[in-house]
Structures are given as structure tokens and as C-alpha cells.
């Protein structure tokens, strides 16, 4: 099994559409983590950090449930400009920030 | 807005070659990484350095790849002898001192591009 797995995607919605990500992880010492956008040919960035009550900023809310291993990432009202790859990150307090295969959405107009 | 640099932005270089590739972290990070990404795939990791030492490497990062820190500010990441399936973006990042503050954001550069012929 995969440390960390994402929805193949590509997701195509469009604007204006509520999309869900979904991420699982394997490792049950995992202790953080995050939710990285990157856009084509470019570098990772912080999108947001996931904590276990769940956090929301701005359209978007991520969620994680510990007993299912699992992470999601919910954006509201999606905009064009959210048109990207959503990577989901798990660290197990170590130093190896280990990177999901990405979920890429496509925000049509 | 600190930023993590690196170049070059791309080398190209013949198979049996050593590369160099270059950055410079955030000054006031602790914790250095090297990633890579090969085109349309996922990003995968190399390397952390902590404390002017590796902390922690990937089954990739074999004895065909070195990292230095050979001054205060670069970190460096040296691949001896290139492959064809080197070809890939190499990302450099750096975070704070994550066990302390917890922050767990990785500052990543624009990424090294590397085309092995």
C-alpha cells in the first residue's frame, strides 16, 4: 500500500462548484499534515495545514480523521484561479515530508 | 518575502556527467530538503540535513548523490555520475526548526531542471 493516496482526478468543474479531495495515509504515527498546491511546472506551496478538529480558510476547509486515516480538502465557490494540483502531505515527525501523486482540478469558466 | 534560490534554473548535460545543483535556503531555517519530481509524476523525496548532517534519505538517494553545506548559506546537491532517469525537477526546500515551533512548512524554490542526453 501506498503511503499516501489521493483521488486520481483530473477533477473538471465549473466555476463557482464546491469540489472534494480525498487523501488517505498509511502510516497510523503520522502526526501533521498539510494540504501543498502546485501549479504546472512550478514549485510546491502551503495551502494549509490540516488539524485534528478540522480548520477552514477562506472557500476552503480541510478535515482529518485519525481512526480512518484519512484527509480531505473541500473548496467552496471554486474561481478559476484555483485551477491547480492539490498535494496531500503526511509527516510522521521525522524528517520526511512524504508527498500524495496529487489531484489536479480544472476550474472551467 | 524571505525565499529559498536555487540554480540553475536548468543544465542539460551528457549521461556520465556530474552535476551541481545549488541553493540557498531561508536564512533562519534549520532544515534543509532535496526533492525531486520527474515530469508528470509525483514529488518524491531525496534528502534532509540538519545540523550539518544528513538526517534522514530515501531508497533513491543513492551513493551516486552527495549534499554539502559548504558555507553558511548554500546547500548543495551533487549527482556524481547522471543517468538518463535522473532527468527530473530537483526542488529544493527548507523549513524552521520543526520540532520546536511544529510549523511543518516547506519552503520550496522554483525547482532545477535536469535533462540528462
Known amino acids: 500500500r501506498k503511503e499516501v493516496e489521493q483521488d486520481p482526478g483530473p477533477f473538471n468543474v465549473p466555476e463557482g462548484a464546491t469540489v472534494a479531495f480525498n487523501c488517505t495515509y498509511s502510516?497510523?504515527?503520522?502526526?501533521?499534515f498539510f494540504w501543498y498546491r502546485q501549479d504546472c511546472r512550478k514549485e510546491p506551496k502551503l495551502l494549509m495545514s490540516?488539524?485534528?478538529s478540522g480548520n477552514e480558510d477562506g472557500r476552503f476547509t480541510a478535515q482529518l480523521n485519525r481512526a480512518s486515516q484519512y484527509i480531505s480538502l473541500l473548496i467552496r465557490d471554486s474561481k478559476l484561479s484555483d485551477s491547480a494540483t492539490y498535494l496531500c502531505?503526511?509527516?510522521?515527525?521525522?524528517?520526511?515530508?512524504?508527498f500524495g501523486p496529487g489531484t489536479r482540478l480544472s476550474v472551467l469558466p | 518575502e524571505p525565499e529559498v534560490t536555487q540554480t540553475p534554473s536548468h543544465q542539460v548535460t551528457q549521461m556520465g556527467q556530474e552535476v551541481i545543483l545549488r541553493c540557498v535556503p531561508i536564512?533562519?531555517?534549520?532544515?534543509f530538503y532535496w526533492y525531486r519530481q520527474i515530469l508528470g509524476q509525483k514529488v518524491e523525496f531525496l534528502v534532509s540535513?540538519?545540523?550539518?548532517?544528513?538526517?534522514?534519505k530515501s531508497e533513491i538517494f543513492d551513493d551516486q548523490f552527495s549534499v554539502e553545506r559548504p558555507d553558511g548559506s548554500n546547500f548543495t546537491l551533487k549527482i556524481r555520475s547522471t543517468k538518463l532517469e535522473d532527468s527530473a525537477m530537483y526542488f529544493c526546500a527548507s523549513s524552521e526548526a520543526y520540532r520546536e515551533k511544529n510549523t511543518g512548512e516547506l519552503f520550496f524554490g522554483e525547482g532545477s531542471r535536469l535533462t540528462v542526453l
Open positions: 490540516v488539524y485534528s
Open positions: 536564512s533562519n531555517h534549520l532544515y
Open positions: 502510516n497510523s504515527a503520522s502526526q501533521s
Open positions: 502531505v503526511v509527516n510522521n515527525y521525522g524528517q520526511n515530508f512524504v
Open positions: 540535513f540538519y545540523n550539518n548532517e544528513i538526517s534522514e
